[in-house]
């Protein structure tokens, strides 16, 4: 079946502009995380979303950084006022239960770079 | 809190065998390996569970000492198909903690 699509592929913007990055799981998939990663980084978690509960935003850097997942499926990162230190690869990751006991399948990012 | 990945990048020969070391300073429930190629998404490997068996993902293999609060990945023989870096993730339940990566270079 197919695997996590994002989209756009890459987004170029200029600093102050508002940013939408879209995740479309895979079908079934109850748990859906977003994280960040700088050249050259790992990976720092950003918010994640299981099933019917409250997302956990705990790793969203700032108040710019916003996310909802609609129907328990499709997700959208939404970055306001994009500043040059957002530009990073965004990675939208689903698994079928909470990441620590199920496999993570990721999405090929979004590369996001603000001039 | 993120994990301490070490080394930072490692150099082998096609056969050689190195060991990829992550530490958590917090009680874990699990650790996850996955494998990213330049360009690509991070890909799975394996996840070891509090109170299982080590992993193996063919001549890969990984284990997961609780109390040390720590993991190693065995890349054995290794081929020119292992070049990549490599991240640990840990879980206490919910969220993986990535570690920094190690960055594998296997020559001919």
């Known amino acids: 079946g197919a695997g996590v699509s994002q989209s756009p592929s890459n987004k170029v913007t200029e600093k102050g502009k508002d940013v939408e990055l879209r995740c479309d799981p895979i079908?079934?998939?109850?748990?859906l995380y977003w994280y960040r990663q700088s050249l050259g980084q790992g990976l720092e978690f950003l918010i994640y979303?299981?099933?019917?509960?409250?997302?956990?935003k705990s790793g969203l850097p700032s108040d710019r950084f916003s996310a909802e997942r609609t129907g328990g499926s499709v997700s959208t990162l939404t970055i306001q006022r994009t500043q040059q230190e957002d530009s990073a690869v965004y990675l939208c990751?689903?698994?079928?239960?909470?990441?620590?006991?199920?496999?993570?399948?990721f999405g090929p990012g979004t590369r996001l770079t603000v001039l | 809190q993120q994990p301490v990945q070490s080394p930072q990048a490692v150099i082998l020969r096609e056969g050689e065998d190195a060991v990829i070391n992550c530490s958590s300073s917090?009680?874990?429930?699990?650790v996850h390996w996955y494998r990213q190629k330049h360009g690509e998404a991070p890909v799975f490997l394996m996840i070891?569970?509090?109170?299982?068996e080590q992993m193996r993902h063919e001549k890969i293999s990984a284990s997961f000492n609780e109390k040390k609060q720590q993991s190693s990945l065995y890349l054995t023989a290794s081929q020119l198909s292992y070049s990549g870096t490599y991240f640990c993730?840990?879980?206490?339940?919910?969220?993986?903690?990535f570690g920094a990566g190690t960055t594998v270079t296997v020559r001919a």
């Open positions: 990751a689903s698994s079928q239960g909470l990441a620590g006991g199920n496999e993570q399948f």
């Open positions: 979303f299981q099933g019917n509960s409250a997302p956990d």
């Open positions: 070891l569970l509090k109170g299982g």
């Open positions: 917090k009680a874990l429930y699990s």
């Open positions: 079908s079934g998939h109850t748990a």
């Open positions: 993730g840990t879980s206490r339940g919910s969220e993986l903690s």
